[in-house]
């Protein structure tokens, strides 16, 4: 107690610090200062959209290059197909992209994350986004806005829904975006070849968008090259799972 009035003292006069109780002194102070213990009081309001993205940041880790792709059967709800590993057990590559419609760092790319796809998925490349965010947290993640999403940025892709999150968890997702690339050697199964961002550009860090990483992954994937750089991870909001 003696610390705390001695900090409290030292930003009041010293006349009000002398002859008032520790709760007068609190009220005293400027509102900036006067914050509970335990609470986050909100920045100015020039700085709030990037406080927000900060705090929200997850950095895409834990899986090693050569781990086998788990099968999964999800719905996509644009057509109510249901979609398999399977189905692209004719494609050379296979990219598996955990997304979702609000996160900031997933709006910042989709544009172009449905240009780089089409441009790869004619030359034999596969590729399918899935969602697992909870839509008990975040209703605006459920089916019927990301058929709306698919549409509206024309996801050449299927986007597929995770009710139970179990792909997720054995893709070992955890952030939106995270991308997975995996090559496949003839019969062999998708082993992965890439775990890591789309570029270098986040939401307000003012760096062009090019999709370079990915690119440059898929060049190598297709092409039967090792990566000439090293793997930096993706980075994006974390994955809401179910409370």
């Known amino acids: ?27 005293a102070l400027p509102p ?3 914050r509970p213990r335990g609470s986050l009081a909100s920045p100015p309001a020039a700085g709030r959209g990037r406080l927000r993205v900060r705090m929200a ?33 004719g494609n050379p ?10 996160c900031p760092f997933v709006k910042h790319l989709k544009k172009d994350i449905a240009k780089l796809t089409s441009f790869y998925m004619e030359k034999g490349l596969g590729a399918v986004a ?28 299927p986007y597929l829904y995770d009710e139970s999150q179990e792909v997720a968890k054995a893709f070992g997702a955890v952030c939106t975006p995270e991308f997975f690339l995996f090559k496949k050697d003839g019969r062999r199964p998708f082993e992965l070849f890439y775990h890591g961002q789309f570029d270098d550009s986040r939401p307000s860090n003012n760096v062009p968008v090019t999709g370079r990483d990915l690119s440059r ?27």
């Not at 107690?1 to 009220?27: C, F, G």
């Not at 947290?137 to 892709?157: I, R, S, V």
């Open 93 to 102: 590559g296979l990219l598996v992209m955990f997304i979702c419609n609000h």
């Open 57 to 89: 940041r997850t950095e895409s880790t834990g899986v090693a290059v050569g781990f086998r792709s788990p099968q999964f059967e999800l719905p996509e709800p644009l057509t109510g197909k249901l979609w398999t590993l399977d189905d692209f057990e």
């Open 130 to 157: 899935i969602s697992s965010n909870s839509i008990r947290t975040h209703p605006q993640d459920g089916p019927e806005h990301m058929a709306e999403d698919a549409k509206l940025f024309k996801y050449p892709f």
């Open 32 to 34: 900036r200062d006067r």
């Open 1 to 27: 107690m003696a610390v705390a009035a001695a900090r409290a003292s030292l930003l009041l006069p010293s006349s009000l610090a002398a002859s008032t109780s520790p709760r007068a002194r609190l009220l």
């Open 217 to 243: 992954a898929i060049d190598c994937a297709l092409s039967g090259q090792e990566l000439p750089f090293v793997q930096k991870p993706s980075v994006g909001c974390s994955i809401k799972w179910h409370p």
